[in-house]
């Protein structure tokens, strides 16, 4: 399905019946992208869209805070403008501004959306909703799927073209829920899977590794693992087109190389709901910090 404003209203769906998309807003350029993103996302699951901002209380200011209300609805009317002049100007809207930290009311969000998202600077900025923990500790604890926009997002790959959805494979069953996740996405988008397992060798592989152990079988038992792993999503979703990738890089570095020219990048994760997201798995953290394409981290179907 080609996201498109033909495509705002959804015959027959009745969007008070499906959760919300919960999206970060502080105003500032990122959290726009995030939050034109979502609407993008809202229209294709045809679900509304739930503007929440956290702001702090502070000894002055506490337990009335007229300022952080201020702040709050100045958040809200950026994100109806920038929306106003984007192609889903048709999506619900609701508006949460509660005290807090960004990651706890977030996640509190969490509890009745369908997906959560947040913006990302390119400098990797450490305060409110921007803040790289904020979007470690969402992908961690929150049971619906994440979705981290980067400041660079400019509203391309979003139901335009046929760039493919892009998912880290890692042939263990912990991998399947993102990639059921990919496969409906791009079922749903008309476009296809691009499945990356990355071997991540060892720089100077094989010298000094036992004989046999060679990158041919390596590949060759990546291949195998690739294909028992998308056996049953292909199943399911026979008209999707997969381009299955072994690659000798990390999984890091080949999941952000991929996801240059991907629709987006999605990625499962071993987080076990800990709000600091001690447990989020390392190369999750780093795509979430340095993709430059939206990811989406998902723990279960």
Known sequence: MTISPQNLEVPGLDVTTVAPIAVGVDGTEPCL???????????????SLELVHAYPAT??????????RQRAEIAFAAARE??????Y????????????SPSRILL???????MVVLGR??????SGLLSTSTAVACASGAKVPVTVVPASWSGAGVGVGDEPVVVGVDGSERCQPAIRHAFEVAADLGVGVQAVLALDLPAGYPQGWPIGNGTGFLRE??????QEVLESPRLSYPDVKVDAVVDERSPADALMDYGRTGNRI????RGHGLVTGALLGSVARTILRRAPSPVTVVHSP
């Open 82 to 87: 920038r929306l106003a002049a984007s192609p």
């Open 266 to 269: 999605v990625i499962g994760g």
């Open 221 to 226: 038992d990546g291949r195998r693992s690739l």
């Open 89 to 100: 100007t048709g999506v619900t809207m609701t508006t949460r501004a509660t005290q807090g």
């Open 108 to 114: 509190r969000s969490a509890k009745a959306a369908r």
């Open 121 to 126: 600077t390119h400098t990797g900025r450490v």
């Open 59 to 68: 000894v002055i200011e506490y337990p009335v805070t007229p300022v952080g």
């Open 33 to 47: 992208a995030a939050v034109e993103w979502a609407a993008a996302e809202a229209v294709r699951v045809g679900a």
